[in-house]
């Protein structure tokens, strides 16, 4: 190519917005129905109420988690953390059973972008009315659409800001400050930024979001095998394709004595089930030709798969062109749903779960820590006896007030004095009690010896902890003998050491 001549291809190419086309079909359905799920879990889930508080609230200021009945406090860490690992196992599941299942159905940005494209499509018309507006320019019909259709955006993400919130802040108290124009800096500061987030990510840049931003679809290939439920399109069955009548939809590759690749049977050219039509091409949120074969942009939402069976309803041919399968289906090879992988993440998710559920009907809603007083070790009192101060900090994890014993052990004749109502501890609350510990001179054999404090509530034996301490105590004689042993004078041969050395 001479240097003065333009080259035809270029390294970028301008971003086309992607208009996706309405389309009917049972996968449809089921796209509606999972976003009214997980919008009304959303939704519905901050407004329930448990007794006389929020069912689920991840108070964060307060550092507890309440999750209907149950009260996690930040002891309580590993539960939420095997939470988040059953979940990914949930997705490893899915995706190695049936693709990108969750991309398609119930990611939030599938589901906030199809809400958003419901309002476009509700002010601006269909994907034609739509294109058209966008090419006859800024018009006053678009300008007025333009601005209806971004103030009911605007509505649908504050809302959803104000449910997403209420999961962290009581939602009826979040909504009396909302109203009295008194947010907190932190709330106010999320609020704004989830509205911005969904216009932007869900409004402006939809399938690029999917495309180049989202990490799954760069590592979904590692959990993706032959026998993975993927959405497919039949080449074998659909090539070579091409437009035809509804009278010679029998007329395809492989009917009628026709070969393959187009050739010609009974005077007619032979076809594939594919009429060309383009309209999965259309229908696709994120604008690829699924006939091109399996595509990391290709996130499952099955909208492909509806466009083509209507088409194939219309043309006379039988469904299935554009559907689920799998690689081994395609090359007409057995599918295997159970294998090591689906069995491995299945095992570990179940085993987890089973281990989560015992651990939790074993929880203790209980907690106290010992902590010495290192103002003084220890000292006599007036009766004589060896006296140690402890500061014991009490939590009780339940909703509702308690009364504790605390019981020592671990020396003979110890005993614990505190002030009466100490352990009376009030619904999820710390309370610092001081505590001493006496024990007899004549029962301590050791400086330091090891003790076990156990608090018990008054009402429910079955809520108890332990935890260990130190007793101090002065020093016995024969520690005293064992100092001043290595206290003493050093032997000739030390002598004579010191004095080489020097």
Not at 118 to 136: H, K, M, P, T, Y
Not at 211 to 233: E, G, H, K, W
Not at 443 to 458: G, P, Q, R
Request: net charge positive; charged share 25%; hydrophobic share 45%.
């Amino acid at each position: 190519m001479s240097p003065g001549s333009k080259s035809k291809h270029s390294f970028f190419s301008v971003h086309q917005k992607v208009h996706p086309r309405i389309v009917h079909g049972r996968f449809a359905r089921w796209r509606v129905a999972a976003l009214f799920l997980t919008l009304g879990v959303l939704y519905g889930l901050p407004w329930l109420a448990w007794g006389d508080r929020q069912a689920f609230l991840l108070d964060l200021p307060a550092r507890k988690f309440y999750l209907f009945g149950l009260v996690l406090w930040p002891q309580d860490l590993i539960y939420l953390t095997a939470l988040l690992v059953i979940a990914a196992l949930a997705l490893f599941l899915f995706t190695a059973l049936a693709g990108r299942v969750w991309c398609g159905y119930a990611c939030p940005q599938t589901v906030f972008t199809q809400m958003l494209v419901w309002i476009e499509r509700w002010v601006e018309g269909d994907r034609a009315s739509q294109i058209r507006l966008r090419r006859d320019g800024f018009t006053l019909p678009r300008t007025t659409k333009l601005v209806v259709r971004w103030l009911l955006w605007i509505v649908f993400a504050l809302f959803t800001a104000f449910s997403t919130i209420g999961s962290f802040t009581p939602i009826r108290e979040l909504g009396g400050r909302i109203l009295a124009a008194s947010l907190g800096p932190w709330e106010t500061f999320f609020l704004g930024f989830v509205v911005v987030a969904i216009l932007l990510f869900a409004g402006k840049m939809r399938e690029q979001v999917c495309i180049y931003m989202c990490p799954y679809a760069r590592f979904q290939s590692a959990m993706f095998d032959r026998n993975t439920l993927i959405v497919s399109y039949d080449g074998e069955r659909g090539e070579p394709r091409g437009a035809r009548s509804r009278e010679r939809a029998p007329q395809r590759a492989g009917a009628n004595g026709a070969g393959a690749n187009g050739t010609v049977a009974n005077g007619v050219a032979a076809l594939g089930d594919c009429v060309d039509c383009t309209l999965c091409v259309q229908a696709c949120p994120t604008g690829i030709d699924i006939r091109n074969g399996l595509q990391y942009q290709c996130i499952a939402c099955t909208a492909c798969i509806d466009a083509c069976d209507e088409v194939m309803d219309k043309v006379g041919s039988p469904r299935g062109l554009v559907r689920y399968t799998t690689l081994n289906a395609m090359e007409h090879r057995p599918t295997r749903i159970l294998r090591p992988r689906v069995a491995a993440y299945a095992l570990l998710m179940v085993g987890i779960i089973a281990a989560v559920t015992v651990a939790l009907s074993r929880r203790v809603p209980l907690a106290f820590d010992v902590l010495r007083d290192r103002n003084a070790p220890y000292r006599e009192a007036r009766d004589g006896r060896i006296e140690n101060v402890y500061r014991l900090k009490v939590l009780n994890m339940e909703e509702q007030p308690r009364s504790y014993l605390l019981r020592a052990s671990g020396l003979p004749g110890i005993t614990a004095d505190f002030e009466a109502g100490d352990l009376d501890v009030a619904a999820g609350q710390v309370r610092d009690v001081p505590v001493r510990l006496r024990v007899s001179p004549e029962d301590l054999h050791e400086h330091s010896n090891e003790i076990e404090l156990e608090l018990v509530a008054t009402d429910d034996a079955r809520i108890t902890v332990k935890e260990t301490a130190r007793f101090l105590g002065p020093r016995p004689l024969h520690e005293l003998d064992d100092d001043s042993d290595d206290d003493s004078e050093p032997s000739d041969g030390g002598k004579r050491e010191k004095h080489k050395g020097s």
